[in-house]
């Protein structure tokens, strides 16, 4: 152990342990404390400088590599490092699985404190690149430029930059050339738009000075090949407003959905904002299993579609629903899985806190001749009450698939008092999904588990549980 400066210390050859929470590795320091190490892989062996100290943790960087890992791979994107978005490209697909089973393992236990059943395998996705179907780009007029950029020839006094945002650092944008997560045309719109605007001069964001014109773009494909586009400008100049909308519809004629927004207000979220049609339809669409989603440009839809077809299928079989049944479908979000499951059940009550979610699950369920489905909204620890039960029924199954902060407790103290057979309970964060668990322990026991991998290249992980009445 050396000093290079006060406040930063070098370990030298310290071998990197584990994949830890948020796509950051970890190891040990002679002092015994974690030291939390972006972008390398368990296994690898590195000198580490520490930039942050705290009373139990240091937060560093490798500075030289000693040796290198196993389970590493080659990142495929030239963006890997830099930019925030695939933490885990330099270690390989199975060590990935690994690790996320076993940050669901681990918080199911040390949180949970709950007896557990043996794990069915954790489900890959079969794309490990190319799987989403949703991106969000930020504009900026204050690009962020790599210790590579910097040293390279290149002249970098054009500013501009149209991609991400650099971790941590909400004002500087990573200029994204190639993105690996969503099929073309992604890259090739995002690119011609970055070219077009900068040979039209057309503002990019200044997001210290809140000016400018181009504040963000949104695109959406389908399995379908349906295409949305959204271009969100920060101030309305109708002028510039046209010809960059005109020369996407014309250079892009497969898009099927071009919509824009004027966002002047301090955030750039779309769910408060007024969205404009351009050309084609204000929607696009999405099918699975012969049913078909309307999803528009506020519509939660799972961004990996392929794999939201895996989740759903464990979903259903957890169920073991005969058609015999009532099932609830709390956080249903635009009714996806109620839908899914609908066939199967006798009928499904879908709930939801988004409004315009609960209209496109009933336009949906129109849409696919489905009519054993009803759709309620509101907050659920309001909706879910005892009057609401009293005149749906009570249910043989719940299904329920929270937001990150799982159930609210008054949500689960209803689950025990209704007290229906079996819950299937998916949740993106094992963490709060093993909080909840442990709520219920005492009148259902954990059968089955099943992690499934909704994002390759990056630390998140879906889970599903069986809870059967004990
Ligand atoms: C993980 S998504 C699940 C969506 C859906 N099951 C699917 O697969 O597409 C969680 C959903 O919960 C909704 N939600 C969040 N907080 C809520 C609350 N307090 N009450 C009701 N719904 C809520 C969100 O709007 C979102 O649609």
Redo the contacts with the bound molecule.
Sequence with gaps: MGRKRTDKIVFDTVKVLDAGAKGVSVAKAPDGKVIFIPNVVPGDVVDVQTFKKRKSYYEGKAVHFHEFSEHRVDPVCDHFGACGGCKWQNMNYDRQLFYKNQEVYNNLKRIGKIELPEFEPILGSEKQFFYRNKMEFSFSNSRWLTEKEIQSEEDYSNQNALGFHIPRMWDKILDISKCHLQEDPSNAIRNAIRRFANEHNLPFFNPRNHEGLLRTLMIRTASTGEIMVLVQFFEENPEQRELLLNFLAERFPEITSLQYVINSKANDTLYDQDIKLYKGRDYILEEMEGLRFSINAKS???TNSDQ?YELYKITRDFAGLTGNELVYDL????G??AQFVSKKARKVIG????PE?IADAKENAKRNDISNCDFFV????VVFNEAFIATHGKPDVIIT???RDGM?KDVVEQILKIAPERVVY?S?NSATQARDLALMDEMYKVTRVRPVDMFPQTHHVENVVLLEKR
Excluded: L, S
């Excluded at 956080?331 to 635009?334: A, D, Q, R």
């Excluded at 709930?351 to 988004?354: F, I, L, S, T």
């Design positions: 939660f839809y799972q939201a956080y249903t979000g635009t996806t899985i709930v939801e806190a988004v979610a509101g907050d659920m620890k698939d929270p937001p609210h998916v993106c």
